[in-house]
């Protein structure tokens, strides 16, 4: 490696740590990043980021292209041995065999950064923020060294949720502020506080060593049984599309540079296009069971407002830097006919993102959709939908050839380079080499517009002192207290005083995981006494107490399993049986299913946390007289009919601390939140409603004749009634 070097500018951005020689004119200096002795124009930080971006994408050979036009698998660091994504250091050892250092970047690592040339790597899992940031530098100074110095962009799924769920990669905040999941931000119902939120993550991202978040996740939740309905910003197309301009304003403009792209920036790449929310029956599309989106309400149009109108109508940098198709097969959508993968539709990225619409941003596909199918339906993965029958390589032509630029979770160069060669026989080396050309520009204009080609590096002390100051977890725990919605309070909160809590403890059976591994039955305590300790004095006894806090989650239940095939997804507690399920599905057809009706009618299922339900009828029975007060984590809208009645109060939250629902209970916080979404009357109308369509199905009424509607939240003096239920709600 080279000599370690400090190059500061008088003017213009300082190189910081650099290992690359340094070229000096008119008394400034530059990276010689292409090691010629002369200042070429992707080495010069005063020209623009698209003059920069094109000149070095011309110099590039087709392996470096394709290089940039992969996403890297997510990376845990350090990769211990047992854990997610596993790997190996020096040489095939273990982390713990190996003697490595945290930071140590992996011998996969260092075999996708130097052989297969990608520069764009997925961060899951890291120990803390200097691990982060010295792992950082040990990737940025391999590729330093390399040919052209092309920097690594380093990404991240959101990483700030102050509880996480079943869904997804996403990392429980760790080394970062703590803010509500989107639904929790939904519930502010306030543009201002999502922008202050996305300030705060891109300066945290930015001492992480992240450039690129995996979101905002501006998908329209309109069908309340989706497992990633926590994620979004709720049913209503004007809250998703203010919350997605604002999100994107504040994660990428660098104040510093007038409210545009610069140093502290953080680029967004929003998802789903074109809206994942109407998955048929709520089954989602990561499993092969689940791959359809529907429009039964033929209200396909409504869920593109948030890109069309916020996501890529921003003040300062224009639009979302990217944009991540979904999984899913958006049915009966292509006026061809045709009923593939969004990423595998010339229809959805080509005809619509890109030529209607004139997206010009980076596109790239949700994770490992390309490779071959599993022979089980029930897997993870498999999710080359309607391109079953080509190669690994075709699939990749095809995608590249709609408008994509970038493939999720492939760190094999080898399907790329195949396809370039079946694009060459089939229009020719100079119009493939123009598109590859094509979407290495987008590529780099990420890293040009962040300043990682001038200086990449980060100082690990300076890191630790942002991630998780106390001002920003302030912050983010007063975003929680805004986050929670009160539903019902029969005049018991709030609950001021130690006194006496009996908090009971809850059982979860065993189901089926995210990984569609079995999760083994758990029981676990309702909430942690350390946490309660602060507010009020803990009980095991019931007659002890002076009142019972109850923390449950919504319904947890699956969609499908071998021994039982579809099935409902059910937002109840007790056993549901669908005989209000359509007859016929609207979608359906999978090489591996004897029948394309996907129905369910007639079937049963139950929620693996049933228990949650009957914990809160038991307290109630065991309290007598006094408060029994409902914490409901809800993932999903839910039936709530099931224990309204036995409880004294409610609270909803969509993923924060315990404290912060007790700062609630005990009066140290007036709740503020309004619903998201509907909370609905009974699963009947649920069956009956079109995924695609918001505000269709009824709400509940409760026993105090209050209607769980969009918008409904209580403080303490009543129901909410002001300037944000005026803006959203009373006009919707």
């Known amino acids: ?116 040339h990608v520069r764009y790597v997925l961060a899951m899992m890291l120990k803390n923020g200097e691990v982060a940031a010295k792992w950082n530098n040990e990737m940025q100074a391999l590729c330093e060294e390399m040919p052209h110095g092309i920097p690594v962009n380093t990404s991240s799924d959101p990483r700030h949720g102050a509880g996480s769920t079943a869904a997804e990669f996403k990392t429980e905040a760790k080394g970062t502020s703590k803010w509500p999941l989107g639904l929790g931000l939904a519930a502010t119902f306030s543009p201002e506080l999502v922008n202050k939120f996305a300030k705060v993550a891109a300066k945290e991202y930015r001492a992480l060593g992240i450039t690129t978040e995996l979101g905002p996740q501006i998908d329209l939740g309109t069908e309340p049984r989706w497992m990633r309905v926590a994620d979004t910003y709720g049913q209503s197309s004007k809250l998703a599309t203010d919350y997605a301009k604002a999100y994107c304003e504040g994660l990428q403009n660098d104040e510093k540079c007038g409210d545009g792209w610069g140093r502290d920036s953080v680029a967004a790449m929003v998802k789903h296009w074109p809206g994942g929310g109407p998955c048929e029956a709520g089954r989602d599309a990561h499993y092969a069971f689940g791959k359809y989106a529907v429009y039964p309400g033929d209200n396909f149009e409504e869920h593109l407002k948030p890109f069309l109108e916020g996501a890529f109508k921003l003040d300062g940098t224009e639009q979302a830097s990217a944009v991540m198709p979904y999984y899913t097969v958006s049915w009966g959508v292509d006026p061809s006919g045709k009923n593939v993968g969004n990423s595998y539709s010339k229809y ?35 999710r080359c939908y309607g391109t079953e029958k080509l190669s690994e390589a075709e699939r990749h032509l095809t995608i590249i050839e709609n408008g994509v630029d970038q493939f999720g979770g492939n760190n094999d160069i080898k399907p790329i380079l195949e396809a370039y060669r079946i694009g060459c026989e089939r229009h020719g080396e100079e119009a493939m080499r123009k598109r590859f050309e094509e979407s290495a520009v987008r590529l780099l204009l990420n890293s040009f517009r962040c300043g990682l080609f001038e200086n990449p590096y980060l100082d690990a002390e300076n890191s630790g002192k942002v991630l998780g100051c106390d001002e920003f977890m302030k912050e983010g725990f007063d975003a929680q207290l805004r986050s929670i919605v009160m539903v019902k309070n029969n005049g018991v909160l709030p609950v001021s005083g130690k006194k006496k809590v009996y908090i009971p403890g809850r059982h979860i059976d065993a189901h089926k995981g995210f990984m569609r591994n079995m999760v083994e039955a758990i029981d676990l305590p309702g909430a942690k006494p350390e946490d309660v300790a602060a507010f009020y004095e803990v009980t095991d006894d019931p007659k002890d107490a002076d009142m019972a806090i109850c923390f449950i989650e919504s319904p947890v239940s699956d969609g499908y399993t071998e021994e039982t095939g579809y099935r409902p997804v059910t937002l109840q507690y007790r056993n549901y049986v669908a005989e209000d399920a359509r007859e016929v599905s609207i979608a359906g057809g999978d090489f591996r299913e004897d029948s394309d009706n996907r129905s369910y009618k007639g079937k049963a299922n139950r929620a693996a946390n049933e228990s949650d339900l009957d914990l809160v009828i038991k307290a109630r029975e065991q309290m007598g007289d006094k408060p029994v007060i409902v914490s409901i984590r809800m993932n999903n809208p839910c039936i709530v009919a099931e224990f309204e009645k036995y409880a004294d109060a409610i609270l909803v939250n969509f993923g924060v601390e315990t404290a912060a629902v007790l700062s609630i209970v005990s009066g140290k916080a007036e709740p503020s939140g309004m619903l998201p979404v509907q909370l609905p009357k009974d699963m009947s109308t649920i069956e009956k409603h079109s995924e695609d369509v918001p505000f269709d199905y009824e709400p509940y009424t409760d026993s105090e004749g209050n209607k769980y509607d969009f918008g409904f939240g209580l403080n303490w003096k009543g129901a909410i009634r002001d300037d944000r239920w005026d803006k959203y709600v009373g006009n919707r």
Request: with cysteine; proline share 4%.
């Open 348 to 382: 959805i990225i080509g005809d619509l993102l890109r030529d209607k619409y004139g997206y010009k941003g980076i596109v790239c596909t949700d994770w490992g959709i390309t490779q071959d199918p599993s022979d089980k339906i029930d897997s993870f993965g498999s």
């Open 1 to 116: 490696m080279a000599d370690i070097r400090v190059i500061e500018n008088k003017s213009g951005p300082s190189l910081g740590v650099c290992t690359a020689p340094v070229i000096e004119k008119d008394g400034l200096f530059f990276k010689d990043l292409e090691r010629t002795g002369e200042l070429v124009p992707y080495e010069d930080w005063r020209l623009t980021p698209e003059e920069r971006a094109k000149d070095l994408a011309s110099r590039l050979s087709v392996e470096e292209m394709a290089g940039l036009m992969m996403y890297s698998a997510h990376q845990v660091v350090p990769a211990e041995s047992g854990a997610w994504f596993g790997a190996t250091y020096r040489g095939g050892k273990s982390f713990e065999e190996s003697g490595a250092e945290d930071y140590e970047l992996t011998d996969q690592q260092k075999k996708f950064l130097t052989e297969d």
